[in-house]
């Protein structure tokens, strides 16, 4: 197997983890009751860009529950309507230390 081989079957490796991860957290966002018009991850800083139609404290308590932490809340633009958030996955360390 040569070197190319090797990093174009790693690189399939990571992107496949990355979906599965993606789609664990829009499921677990659906469950909640959030309407989700696109759920996107970006690459750099493994932050979630979530577009919806609606957000609230309620619905801000329920994502900091299951593990996301609120980053920011902008307006959508003219051909996107809607709210974009920005989200970012808890790190376990934080949540441990809060734990003990």
Sequence with gaps: ???????????????????????????????IGINIKSLDK?????RLKLRTTLMNQHFINELDKIGLQLI??????????????????KSQQSTKMLAE
């Design 1 to 31: 197997m040569t070197e190319d081989e090797r990093k174009s079957e790693q690189t399939k490796e990571k992107e496949q983890h990355q979906d599965v991860e993606l789609v664990t957290w829009y499921k677990k966002i659906e469950i």
């Design 42 to 46: 970006e690459n750099e800083t493994k």
């Design 72 to 89: 920011r809340i902008t307006a959508g633009s003219i051909f996107s309507p809607g709210l974009v958030v920005l989200l970012e996955p």
